[in-house]
């Protein structure tokens, strides 16, 4: 069946293989027009002959995407672009998927993140609380812990691949790997890179405090709050950020008194007792 496609049908299918999620079709009508000069009723016409022979799902919404027993062949047929047409495809489909917050499109454009040299934006979206509640590609971790051990990269890159890294870690409840990228952060952010400021030194002490709450090293768990809480303005998205990343640590070390008013109450705590 898939042998006696026509020839804009065959790249249709290429196109949808690639995307892997659903379209709509003014989104097929543009990655047909990135591929090669394709009219949109060329583009059209194709989808209904891959939907006529079954090799098509389409949906009461107006999506449509290709039939899971195709993707291999289809795969292999995307194969036959051009190199700089394919690139420009997957370019066009990340920009498509930006800004969708549905899982499979979210996971589709993290991975061509990857996929497309988009190192920085990556790590950007790894910086939010989302990227881990929602569900992520696991296949990411390998390019972030690529990131992370590149001594050629941006210090801050590597200081952000190693949160994330660690973000991992704890949702594993692998604390040994966490101190490890804890330690690794503590080792960039000490190497007074120029990139290195207020930000980056506020996600390291974050990153510390479910450590030192964990292994109960209160006097550490107070310290780095105060380092830190220093150096950042007040009121500040930072300062609510150590406050909150303050109180994990004492969650962890069984400070669950302590956890509620004083983290809020003074920008100075005094010595931290477990409750």
């Not at 194709?46 to 006529?52: D, F, I, T, Y």
């Not at 899971?68 to 420009?88: G, I, N, Q, V, Y």
């Amino acid at each position: 069946t898939f042998g006696h496609l026509s020839v804009p049908a065959r790249t249709m299918a290429g196109l949808m293989a690639i995307a892997e999620v659903p379209l709509n079709s003014p989104e097929m009508q543009q990655l047909a027009a990135t591929a090669g000069p394709t009219r949109p009723a060329t583009a059209a016409g194709a989808v209904r002959e891959l939907a006529g022979l079954g090799l098509v799902q389409t949906f009461a919404d107006g999506f449509a995407k290709l039939h899971d027993a195709a993707a291999p062949l289809a795969l292999h047929a995307s194969h036959d672009l051009p190199e700089e047409a394919a690139r420009r495809v997957e370019q066009t489909l990340a920009d498509l998927l930006e800004g969708h917050r549905e899982l499979p499109r979210l996971a589709r454009w993290m991975r061509l993140l990857a996929d497309t040299g988009q190192i920085d934006l990556l790590l950007g979206v790894t910086s939010q609380e989302g990227f881990y509640e929602g569900g992520f590609p696991r296949e990411l971790r390998t390019v972030i812990a690529d990131v992370a051990q590149d001594p050629g990269r941006d210090a801050v890159d590597r200081l952000d691949a190693h949160s994330a890294l660690a973000a991992w870690a704890y949702g594993d409840n692998d604390w040994e790997a966490y101190a490890r990228h804890v330690r690794a952060m503590e080792a960039l952010a000490a190497e007074g890179s120029s990139g290195i400021g207020p930000r980056e030194k506020v996600l390291v002490a974050i990153r510390q405090f479910p450590l030192y709450g964990h292994t109960g090293d209160s006097e550490a768990l107070d310290a780095a709050f105060r380092t830190a809480l220093a150096e950042v303005p007040a009121p500040s998205f930072l300062e609510r950020s150590l406050r909150y990343g303050y109180v994990q640590g004492l969650y962890h070390a069984d400070s669950y008194r302590a956890a509620g008013p004083r983290p809020w109450s003074s920008p100075t705590p005094t010595a931290i007792t477990s409750a």
